[in-house]
């Protein structure tokens, strides 16, 4: 598991600066300071008794100090400055500015004590400041905290939203160290939620900014990100060097917290090495630095990968302890997507080790936490921001077809008033009336073509514009009212997921995977009657609901699904990509009780036994065909436990296999 923690540094035209070599200094220590933060914390104060009473220099000098207070959790003195500023003096000419600073310190200190979510609610107050009156630099540094805390808290979507407003800050402030500080906060946030690309050209444009105006701490930054950013490559040599750069700028500003995480994400390469005892090597120097510069985030970091390591070596009891004890921490700090990642990433290393129970059970932990981070409320960077800015362009099509209306309709009655006016004054009635039925012929046509291009963008927004299949929001807009009249969900719902489909990306480039997604629907559309819902539920998974409640016709079809997505490669080009999938799916009312359940409880059921599906080998499918339940309340109960209740035969499963295939992505 790799960690990464950069963050950032911030008046408006209307700050009056007194000092400008105090502030050079101010700056200096707001670069970095949190390389030394116990002697840079004496220095700040020093630079405060230095600053005229109430003056911009003082109040920069008492925020940076209050940073650093809080991330040594010194609560008396991070309190005294807290203090400090609401006693502010009324008559200082930056008076105003001092809401910002007070925000911006509590903000810290609940980010640094883990409470994430009570830091991003009190940061929301920043879409009340006035940018254009706010001291850049606080409003900056704000941001830029905001926009780190919600990608840690899981809200991806929002946090590449405040990144790009800390992006923007920063250039407006000319100001090259700050724009490869937020440049690597954003990578890293582009890299959550997925979308790699944008990750890889946003931290180049970072490491470009800190060229030119580079220092240790910033140059750490900024390779720390870029070696997680090229992790997912196939060749890792550009993640391993950059791993090894942060490091060596780490040492080179002798910051043993930035050391500490520098050795965590080097262990964490070692891990996808395989090289477990020197990943446990680097793991536990990490843990000991860690501690020393009372990191918890870093300590975090070195247990889990502790832990990853020692399961490597088979001492599995030994490491999952030490990967729930970093899991609890991060679950306790409500950091919702490193607690996601740690999830899958213990579930991989168990299927490794042939653990299958744990690995599924970790596996259904995971899913539930990316539900969360990355696919129900926030998951919007991922699967919906394309489909929210294709919403709003076709929002705006449709004003301007509404404008353009309106304007022909004014232009027909400006029209009929003047051919009235004609036909009053001339009495050319027989004219002035063929004239206005032109008109309002043509005003009919206008109206109808509108309702039908409002008809033909409705339809568009519930697609997936690379396969044509109907996309989650027509699926759950469909099965919203289904479920209403039916009182639970009824018939076989199936969800598929294609196997390795990274390795597709990463070998052939995403051009290859886009392929293989479009032939893959190809091939469920030719399987599915026309009356069946297919629907690309996201990235690589596709989910299917057919009417059929038969658990016979369910083992069918999914066994038609597995031979029609495996036996054979999938052309691109001069390429044969060999494709296979890994299915959940189930019958409803579940047998043999009958019961029904809410749409959304049947998916995570379906969910988890695909995730059963991968977990024992992939190519193959795994249906429900009865669970020994009484009631709603049993069945949930047994699902949240299927692999062990299958073990006990309170859970019918059926197991279907995909066809052997001769090579693999």
């Keep these: 598991m790799a960690g990464c923690s950069p963050e950032g540094g911030s008046g408006a035209a209307d700050v009056v600066v007194q000092d400008r070599a105090l502030r050079g200094e101010l700056e200096q220590q707001e670069r970095v300071g949190t390389a030394h933060p116990r002697d840079h ?96 630099r606080l409003l900056w540094r704000a941001t830029s905290l905001l926009a780190y805390m919600q990608g840690d808290y899981g809200e991806v979507d929002a946090s590449v939203e405040s990144g790009l407003k800390a992006l923007e800050i920063a250039r407006a402030m000319n100001s090259p160290w700050r724009i490869s500080n937020t440049d690597a906060t954003l990578s890293f946030n582009y890299f959550r939620s997925q979308q790699f690309d944008h990750a890889k050209r946003t931290v180049e444009e970072g490491l470009a900014a800190a060229r030119q105006d580079p220092d240790p701490v910033l140059m750490y930054s900024i390779h720390t990100v870029r070696g997680i950013v090229y992790s997912q490559d196939t060749d890792d040599k550009a993640s391993q060097q950059a791993r090894e750069q942060a490091l060596r700028y780490a040492r080179e500003a002798q910051a043993p917290g930035l050391q500490a995480l520098a050795l965590g994400n080097l262990a964490d390469y070692e891990l996808r090495s395989g090289n477990y005892p020197r990943a446990l090597e680097l793991a536990e120097q990490s843990l000991t630095m860690a501690r020393e510069a009372q990191e918890i985030s870093s300590e975090i970091l070195a247990r889990h990968n502790m832990g990853i390591a020692k399961i490597g070596m088979r001492r599995l009891e030994e490491g999952k302890r030490d990967v729930m004890q970093a899991i609890t921490v991060d679950a306790q700090r409500e950091a919702g997507s490193y607690t996601a990642d740690a999830w899958l990433e213990l579930g991989t290393y168990l299927e490794k080790v042939e653990d299958l129970p744990g690995a599924v059970d970790a596996y259904q932990r995971s899913r539930k936490l990316f539900d969360v981070v990355l696919r129900d409320e926030t998951r919007k960077a991922v699967l919906e921001a394309q489909a929210r800015y294709e919403d709003q362009q076709r929002q705006r099509e449709i004003r301007l077809l509404n404008q353009d209306n309106s304007l ?17 004054l001339g009495g050319c009635v027989l004219l002035s009336g063929a004239l206005l039925g ?71 480039g995403h051009a290859a995977g886009d392929s293989v997604l479009v032939e893959v629907a190809r091939r469920l559309r030719s399987v599915l009657r026309e009356q069946d819902l297919v629907v690309r539920w996201g990235g690589e998974e596709f989910l299917i609901l057919v009417k059929s409640e038969d658990p016979e016709d369910a083992r069918q079809l999914g066994q038609r699904l597995l031979d029609q997505l495996g036996g054979m490669p999938v052309d691109h080009g001069p390429l044969r990509i060999p494709i296979s999938a890994s299915i959940g799916f189930a019958s409803f ?76 992505a």
């Design 408 to 424: 022909k309709t004014e232009q027909i009655r400006t029209r009929d008033l003047q051919l009235k006016l004609w036909a009053e």
């Design 41 to 136: 914390a004496r220095e700040l104060l020093t630079l405060e008794a230095r600053a005229a009473e109430g003056s911009a220099e003082r109040l920069e000098a008492l925020s940076l100090r209050a940073a650093l207070l809080a991330q040594l959790r010194d609560r008396p003195g991070h309190e005294a400055a807290v203090e400090e500023l609401k006693q502010w003096p009324d008559a200082s000419p930056v008076r105003a500015q001092v809401p910002l600073a007070l925000m911006l310190a509590r903000a810290q200190w609940l980010k640094v004590n883990g409470e994430l979510g009570a830091g991003v609610r009190l940061l929301a107050g920043l879409k009340e400041v006035d940018a254009a009156r706010a001291d850049p």
């Design 438 to 508: 032109v008109a309002y012929r043509r005003i009919r046509r206008t109206n109808a073509a509108l309702a039908q291009t409002n008809e033909s963008l409705r339809v568009q927004s519930e697609r997936d514009p690379l396969t044509g299949l109907a996309n989650r929001r027509h699926f759950q807009q469909a099965i919203a009212q289904m479920t209403r009249e039916q009182g639970g969900l009824r018939g076989s719902l199936f969800l598929i997921d294609i196997d390795h489909f990274k390795r597709i990306n990463d070998q052939w």
């Design 589 to 664: 009312p579940m047998a043999p009780q009958d019961l029904l359940l809410e749409w959304e409880r049947a998916i995570d059921l379906v969910d988890t036994v695909m995730y059963m599906a991968k977990a024992h080998g992939r190519n193959k499918a795994y249906g429900v065909a009865a669970m020994v339940a009484r009631d709603r309340d049993q069945l949930l109960a047994l699902a949240g436990r299927i692999e062990a209740a299958w073990h006990q035969g309170q859970v019918q499963l059926v197991s279907l296999l995909g066809p052997v295939q001769e090579g693999r």
